[in-house]
């Protein structure tokens, strides 16, 4: 996903490392990529969990407000 959105260079022998950028794009790509992967599993786990999509959304919703 990161090499995707070519914010890391993997050089095979010498490592991965994060694409230069000066506009910061890449923290914003990172930090929207990262909040994303982390309510998702939020998310997964209370649907295993047994609460319903509509309560989760209900929920997050009184919590933003």
């Known amino acids: 996903l990161?090499?995707?959105a070519g914010l890391i260079?993997?050089?095979r022998g010498r490592g991965t490392y994060l694409v230069e950028?000066?506009?910061g794009k890449a923290d914003e790509i990172v930090r929207k990529t990262?909040?994303?992967e982390q309510i998702?599993?939020?998310i997964q786990s209370l649907?295993?969990?047994g609460y319903s999509l509509e309560e989760i959304?209900?929920?997050f919703q009184?919590?933003?407000?």
């Open 47 to 49: 649907l295993q969990q």
């Open 34 to 36: 990262t909040i994303q």
């Open 9 to 11: 260079s993997t050089q």
């Open 62 to 65: 009184n919590i933003i407000d």
């Open 2 to 4: 990161l090499d995707d």
């Open 21 to 23: 950028n000066e506009t």
């Open 40 to 42: 998702q599993k939020v």
């Open 57 to 59: 959304k209900k929920t």
